[in-house]
């Protein structure tokens, strides 16, 4: 179904409206929207629309354990006479969220119902139906991108230049974190060896300069940049934070605040990139990174977090990201040092989250723009033919130029993996769901869930203007009870 509103969505609207009475002494109506948002199916909210829902218990925070292997003992059966069989052992993480309210308001003028009749018919009631494929879309993001803290930036992908700076020979590890009004992330990870393919540099001579490619990450408001010397990578008692750095336009048109000397210029795109330089020799005191993640994404008054811990936020909880860490199995970069996506890094992580918690994803989740590289990715690795019936003139005449990968076979399982496009999946980042379990687990009918207080409800306030005020409200987080099927690739640098 595409997002235009028809007329079955308009009289569920226009039924709910007419079976309640609207006046200044009726206060607060609320009426149930779950039948309507069945109706509504926007094609821009995939995840939204498949992920199965279920009722929660009226709490504010949930707690459940999730699989992260199957069978780690890795038993062979054998028994000996007499003695007791060995258990079957699960590999576990004990989660929780907190439940969050996503809502959103809408009001018509009374003049507005009562001229535009001859336009759209009920007015309200299609803005009403408009503000639930609204909350939806919300609703989405948030299932993607929502964190209760900023996310841990991806590493950096680091180049040198041998002119045009006056930075000495030796080898540099960089850093980064992303900033709001409430604090600051934990640093991004380093790799174990100078041979890293990101976040260190070796630089020649006594001119050189540092370029960094930055990865943003969701609803963050600047980044922070931090540098250290040595051959080995250093503890965070040797980063320091680098002042000074020169900002080019990122990629996509827009601008993104560096909180720690770059330019700042307002746009609405958020790039999936930001390139600094720096010219100068690195700073060797100040500030270090911090110890602990104070970067709270929304809070209320009182400063309590405001939103839950998406697919994302829950994936990279699940990895490894301290200072002389790798990202894990699950949550990987690109292995070349340009950052640039190569389809073997989409085989490494499905080899390794079947090797680790025979993980099998159902689909994976990217930005249409992501699946236009991985298409030109495919072409370019010459995996890609036409075949033409010579018969049939009209297929001879009629060749279909643009086309697009629609799935990827993993090799390790045979299985055919369907690519969800979703617009709200940040750029540069590949998502590997499982929505279903390897073997049976009892209780658990699926992998992934939405849980829910409140389901789609609405609400029409009292007037106290010449117009009706209602808003669209919904209860909910997500559970992720299979996190050892859950993937990540991100941190790819924009390609053609």
């Not at 996310?151 to 974190?177: C, F, L, N």
């Not at 159902?362 to 075949?387: E, F, H, S």
Request: with cysteine; charged share 10%.
């Amino acid at each position: 179904m595409g997002i235009n509103l028809n007329e079955e969505t308009i009289a569920l609207f226009r039924q709910a409206q007419e079976t309640r009475a609207i006046n200044t002494t009726s206060g607060l109506i609320g009426y149930d929207l779950e039948a309507p948002a069945k109706v509504i199916v926007p094609v821009t909210t995939p995840l939204v629309n498949m992920l199965p829902r279920q009722r929660g218990k009226g709490i504010d925070v949930t707690h459940w354990k999730a699989i992260t292997s199957f069978d780690t003992a890795r038993s062979l059966g054998a028994l000996a006479d007499g003695a007791t069989p060995t258990q079957v052992s699960y590999a576990v993480a004990n989660m929780l969220n907190s439940y969050q309210t996503i809502a959103l308001s809408n009001a018509v003028t009374f003049q507005a119902q009562w001229r535009g009749r001859s336009l759209e018919g009920d007015v309200r009631a299609r803005r009403t139906a408009e503000l639930l494929y609204q909350l939806k879309i919300v609703e989405e993001r948030w299932l993607v991108q929502g964190s209760s803290l900023l996310m841990v930036p991806p590493a950096p992908v680091v180049s040198t230049s041998a002119s045009g700076g006056s930075i000495a020979a030796g080898t540099y590890w960089v850093q980064v974190t992303a900033t709001n009004a409430q604090g600051e992330t934990l640093p991004s990870a380093l790799p174990a060896t100078s041979n890293g393919t990101t976040a260190v540099v070796t630089t020649s001579g006594a001119t050189s300069t540092i370029t960094l490619t930055l990865f943003t990450v969701p609803n963050a408001a600047g980044y922070n940049v931090y540098i250290g010397a040595g051959s080995t990578p250093p503890a965070n008692a040797a980063m320091w934070k680098q002042n000074g750095l020169t900002q080019t336009q990122p990629a996509y048109g827009a601008s993104v605040q560096l909180a720690n000397g770059g330019t700042t210029t307002a746009g609405e795109v958020v790039p999936p990139t930001i390139t600094v330089t720096l010219t100068t020799a690195p700073a060797t005191s100040g500030t270090n990174p911090p110890a602990s993640n104070t970067a709270k994404t929304l809070v209320d008054g009182s400063g309590n977090p405001l939103m839950f811990d998406g697919l994302l936020a829950q994936a990279l909880n699940n990895a490894t990201l301290t200072n002389g860490g790798s990202l894990g199995t699950q949550v990987a970069q690109p292995a070349a040092s340009s950052g640039i996506l190569a389809l073997s890094d989409i085989d490494a992580i499905l080899m390794n989250l079947y090797q680790q918690a025979a993980g099998d994803p159902d689909i994976i989740v990217m930005n249409p723009i992501d699946n236009v590289k991985l298409t030109n990715l495919v072409v370019a690795a010459g995996q890609m033919r036409y075949v033409i019936d010579a018969g049939k003139a009209s297929e001879a005449a009629h060749v279909l130029a643009p086309f697009r990968v629609t799935a990827y076979l993993n090799k390790v399982t045979g299985r055919e993996i369907p690519i969800v496009l979703d617009r709200y999946c940040p750029m540069g980042t590949l998502l590997f769901l499982p929505l279903s379990l390897p073997y049976p687990v009892p209780e658990i009918d699926h992998a992934i869930e939405i849980e829910t207080n409140q389901d789609y409800w609405g609400i029409d306030f009292a007037i106290t203007t010449s117009q009706w005020q209602f808003a669209n409200y919904v209860d909910e987080t997500i559970k992720v009870y299979f996190l050892g099927g859950l993937g990540v690739l991100r941190g790819i640098v924009p390609s053609v």
